[in-house]
């Protein structure tokens, strides 16, 4: 069993910056495929980026060049360096860890990112 615990979400003005960490616990984090997804009330919840076991990475057309995904497998830990924010870059950000070995797909409680124009 895996439990992910999300932070650093808020209210930021648009062109600011903000950086999401997602505390993994209960599993061998660094074999784990990790990544941060976002839901607007409503909608679907789709992939902002995604980092490997091995660290290569992948992002959302909408966010590369403003967002970097990144991990410290000491700390078990990911993170998302969101920069040159836009107001429709709102949504609950989920974290999210997929186990390489077992399959299984863990997902945290989410926390809001609010960006005022």
């Known amino acids: 069993q895996v439990q992910l615990v999300e932070s650093g979400g808020g209210l930021v003005q648009a062109g600011g910056s903000l950086r999401l960490s997602c505390a993994a616990s209960?599993?061998?984090?660094?074999?784990?495929?990790m990544g941060w997804y976002r839901q607007v009330s409503g909608k679907r919840r789709d992939l902002v980026a995604r980092?490997?076991?091995?660290?290569?990475?992948r992002y959302a057309d909408s966010v590369k060049g403003r967002f970097t995904i990144s991990r410290d497998n000491a700390k078990n830990t990911v993170y998302l360096q969101m920069n040159s924010l836009k107001p429709e870059d709102t949504a609950v950000y989920y974290c999210n860890a997929e186990d390489i070995v077992s399959l299984l797909v863990y997902w945290g409680q989410g926390t809001q990112v609010t960006v005022s124009s």
């Open positions: 980092i490997s076991s091995n660290g290569s990475t």
């Open positions: 209960g599993s061998i984090f660094s074999r784990n495929s």
